[in-house]
């Protein structure tokens, strides 16, 4: 089974709106952590934002959130305020708290239209 | 500031070559990772070390090996290459215990020809 998935290879979204990324994992580890990254068209991957299974607040940096929801086994982005600069490939990850791998879903390419 | 650099940008080599990709880190992180990254497919783990002189194998181990030596190297060897390992090939870095983000290399796009 997979252990991270998510369902969207391609989203657009207008530039000011805001944007929800799905991604769903699989793990029977009750100490996690959940990550999303993204990766500009140079390539490099950029650390956003993380999430433990153990927080009791769904995590924010600047214009990113984490919609968390632990029963459904969910951990969402979601963007605000959508910029072009916006425009990348998103993954999300997750890293079970007894292994030393993490795991990435296979992205979504999101692109902002003006 | 961390740090984690692949030796090339983009490399072209040709068909039964045997091509070294190099990875360093300046985090002291006990663990290490070459993905493989191509279209629809996202990231694939080739190989990882969480110690030096220590490897695993990761899901797509076929035609390549590793070495770690030091700590703070973590080489990706494709002893012949071939065209269908035409990718973009990541390397990152974590550490043990706390659950912390990984840190990633800028890439190494290489293409057999």
């Known amino acids: 089974a997979q252990k991270i998935t998510q369902t969207q290879p391609g989203m657009f979204v207008q530039e000011k709106e805001a944007v929800t990324l799905d991604c769903t994992y699989d793990t029977s580890d009750p100490s996690y952590g959940l990550f999303w990254y993204k990766q500009p068209s140079s390539g490099e991957m950029i650390f956003l934002i993380y999430q433990g299974s153990y927080d009791q607040q769904n995590a924010t940096e600047g214009r990113y959130s984490l919609n968390f929801q632990k029963a459904r086994k969910s951990a969402n982005l979601v963007i605000s305020a959508s910029q072009l600069g916006d425009s990348a490939m998103y993954f999300c990850?997750?890293?079970?708290?007894?292994?030393?791998?993490?795991?990435f879903g296979t992205g979504t390419s999101l692109t902002v239209i003006p | 500031d961390v740090k984690v650099t692949q030796s090339s940008r983009y490399l072209v080599k040709r068909t039964g070559e045997k091509v070294f990709l190099e990875c360093v880190q300046d985090?002291?992180?006990?663990?290490m990772f070459w993905y493989r990254q191509d279209p629809g497919l996202g990231l694939r783990l080739i190989y990882f070390?969480?110690?030096?002189?220590?490897?695993e194998k990761g899901d797509i181990p076929e035609g390549y090996s590793v070495s770690r030596e030091k700590k703070e190297r973590f080489s990706l060897i494709l002893e012949s290459a071939s065209t269908n390992q035409t990718s973009m090939y990541l390397c990152a870095s974590h550490s043990t215990g706390v659950v912390t983000e990984a840190f990633f290399g800028q890439g190494t796009r290489l293409t057999v020809v």
């Open positions: 985090m002291d992180h006990e663990n």
């Open positions: 990850a997750m890293r079970e708290g007894t292994g030393n791998q993490f795991y």
């Open positions: 070390s969480y110690d030096v002189k220590m490897k």
